[in-house]
């Protein structure tokens, strides 16, 4: 199952891109885990301009180009990703369906 | 800087682990383990909860704490009360937040910007739902400002 953004996520990528004045056909979505965080692992997302690698998954949902590592696919495969508005915080909300725990501080979880 | 204390943390990420599945039961020793938490300063915190009734333990092998209450109900606020405000002898001499905001009603003569800023920062701590920093899915895992700051900083 491929990694998905959803329309609201899209849509706040896609502003993004345009504030920060990057080339919207070359920039694309770097999803990511990296080891660390309470819980094992922590996500990340950065917005990149360089070709992606030999070994990177390439995917595109509502528009917007996202490149993934192998191994950070393994984690991630399946992983709907959606933006909230909230009093607490503008943000992106990972529904990864991999995550068998979370930590409290988010930032974290275990596969 | 304004930052919440290691007890809230830690509370919040209790309530996390309780709340990954619904229903979920686990023992203080079991969460400590799970997150690298200190397992008495966990157990007091879990104790006090269960005294505020956000909690509810049961004994026996397979027992230990689980949610007792929505929440989507509980306050940041509230918690932070909770857990923060827990054995000081007299109201108004720790600090918190929670006293804080009692203060700075009584305070009619302190400076009006620093009142202001106080009574503002009280209303979004009572605005944010624990539900949404704890339950899965719900709360926000890359705020949008590590997105953009991580291009600024490369």
Do not use: W
């Amino acid at each position: 199952m491929p990694i998905t953004l959803s329309e609201n996520a899209a849509k706040e990528i896609k502003s993004i891109i345009k504030d920060q004045g990057l080339p919207e056909d070359k920039t694309r979505l770097r999803v990511g885990v990296k080891g660390g965080g309470c819980s094992g692992f922590s996500y990340m997302l950065d917005l990149v301009e360089d070709e992606p690698a030999e070994q990177d998954e390439q995917l595109e949902s509502n528009g917007v180009k996202i490149v993934v590592d192998m191994k950070s696919y393994l984690y991630l495969n399946g992983a709907e990703i959606d933006f909230k508005d909230e009093v607490m915080g503008r943000g992106f909300v990972f529904k990864n369906p991999n995550a068998t725990s979370t930590c409290g501080c988010g930032h974290s979880f275990q596969a | 800087m304004l930052c919440m204390s290691k007890k809230t943390e830690y509370a919040l990420m209790a309530l996390a682990h309780l709340a990954e599945q619904p229903g979920r039961v686990a023992s203080a020793r079991e969460i400590a383990e799970a997150h690298d938490l200190p397992a008495p300063l966990l157990m007091n915190i879990l104790k006090n909860l269960q005294g505020h009734g956000v909690l509810r333990s049961t004994r026996g092998v397979k027992g230990g704490y689980q949610i007792a209450r929505e929440l989507d109900s509980l306050s940041l606020y509230g918690l932070i009360a909770m857990v923060d405000c827990q054995g000081h002898a007299t109201e108004g001499d720790c600090g918190c937040l929670e006293h804080a905001h009692d203060a700075a009603i009584q305070l009619t003569g302190s400076h009006g910007p620093v009142q202001a800023l106080q009574l503002k920062l009280v209303r979004f701590l009572k605005d944010v739902r624990v539900a949404s920093l704890v339950m899965p899915g719900r709360r926000i895992d890359v705020p949008v400002e590590r997105l953009t700051l991580s291009r600024i900083n490369n």
